[in-house]
């Protein structure tokens, strides 16, 4: 019975992944769990798989369907995205991973993956579909993105690598390879027209630049690839093409440190001048009062010396008769 229970709890949450309506379009169609990953189940278990549903939507002027992939972290649902993507795809204006197809929208936000069927939702809706997400967690891209290299890019050939699999599938001439997966690492594929070939690149991503000095001595033993380092990077140019091709890709590979100095906001001008204001009327108080005392004190002494007879007569207060009167 507990495992009864169980079940229906399962189905019950996952069916709740897919909210009833967004923007101006509601379900049609109770949302359903689908029976697992896309095509490639491997690679998604690679890339932090958790649940995917389907549900029909349907507005004034569209009807589709949604699919919905969560994976556990952004960086798996961007590689997810990646392998989603058909080479045909083009960039749509929705979001910053974005990619269309016929009546398809790919979209990738936070750690989900958002497949539009027959629907042509508008910023609005998005927004509107994403806030409503459970589970969403956005975070950081992974670092590497920022050094894959732009020029002679053949497009949609990006592929995020998060283990053996995915990089099975798109370089088996590395399978044999320790590329370190175990450690920590990340890759990235692209593919790249470069005078006149196809030059193909894995970039490594590794935690210290010792783990990827000690890598890049591995890849140089794979057949016909050409491999380099740049700090943690490992650019690796699989084996076809030449070697002037593969420098022309290597060479854009430069890894830049970034430091981040933990250093407190500069102070606000405002709140400072209001300090000095205070401290200032601070101080003239205290100085005040300091004179003040000093003046009561050193009267008080005279009062008591003119009293007992020791006041002498040189010690008189000297006074100023300044009544007008001659």
């Known amino acids: 019975m507990i495992s009864t ?33 896309p095509a490639d189940s491997a690679a998604f278990n690679e890339f932090g798989f958790v649940s995917s549903e389907s549900a029909e939507y349907r507005g004034s002027k569209t009807k589709g369907t949604l699919i919905a992939y969560r994976m556990k972290d952004a960086t798996g649902a961007l590689a ?35 497949e539009f069927r027959g629907l042509s939702p508008t910023k609005a809706d998005l927004q509107s579909l994403v806030t409503a997400l459970p589970q969403r967690h956005p975070s950081d891209l992974p670092p590497v ?18 283990g053996p699999v995915s990089l099975r599938s798109v370089a088996p001439e ?27 690149l894995v970039l490594f991503d590794y935690p210290s630049p010792e783990m990827a000095r000690i890598h890049t001595v591995d890849f140089k033993l794979v057949p016909g690839a050409q491999a380099k380092r740049s700090g943690v990077l490992v650019a690796v140019i699989l084996p076809g093409a030449t070697e002037r091709q593969g420098e022309a890709v290597l060479d854009q590979v430069k890894y830049r440190a970034k430091i ?11 709140t400072t001048l209001y300090k000095l204001l205070i401290n200032i009327i601070i101080v003239s108080l205290i100085l005040i009062a300091l004179a003040l005392t000093a003046g009561i004190l050193y009267g008080m002494m005279r009062l008591y010396r003119r ?20």
């Not at 169980?6 to 169609?29: K, Y």
């Not at 989603?84 to 936070?110: F, K, S, V, Y």
């Not at 390879?177 to 193909?200: I, L, M, N, P, W």
């Not at 009293?307 to 001659?326: N, S």
Request: aromatic content about 10%; charged content about 20%; proline content about 7%.
């Open 5 to 37: 229970i169980v079940i229906c709890l399962t189905f019950h949450l996952s069916a709740e992944m897919l909210p009833a309506r967004f923007g101006t379009v509601r379900q049609t169609r109770q949302a359903e769990s689908l029976p697992g990953q």
């Open 80 to 114: 997810a995205w990646d392998w989603l993507r058909p080479a045909d795809a083009h960039r749509c204006q929705l979001d910053e991973h974005c990619a269309a197809w016929g009546n398809t929208l790919l979209i990738n936000d936070a750690n989900y993956v958002l």
């Open 145 to 162: 993105l920022n050094f894959v290299p732009l020029k002679d890019l053949v497009p949609n050939s990006a592929r995020y690598i998060l």
């Open 174 to 200: 590395l399978a044999a390879a320790k590329a370190g997966f175990d450690e920590g690492a990340e890759a990235h594929y692209t593919a790249y027209r470069v005078q006149g070939g196809t030059v193909k």
């Open 260 to 270: 981040l100095w933990n250093e407190p906001p500069p102070p606000n001008p405002v």
């Open 307 to 326: 009293r007992f007879g020791t006041l002498e007569e040189d010690e008189a207060m000297t006074t100023l008769h300044l009544t007008g009167e001659r």
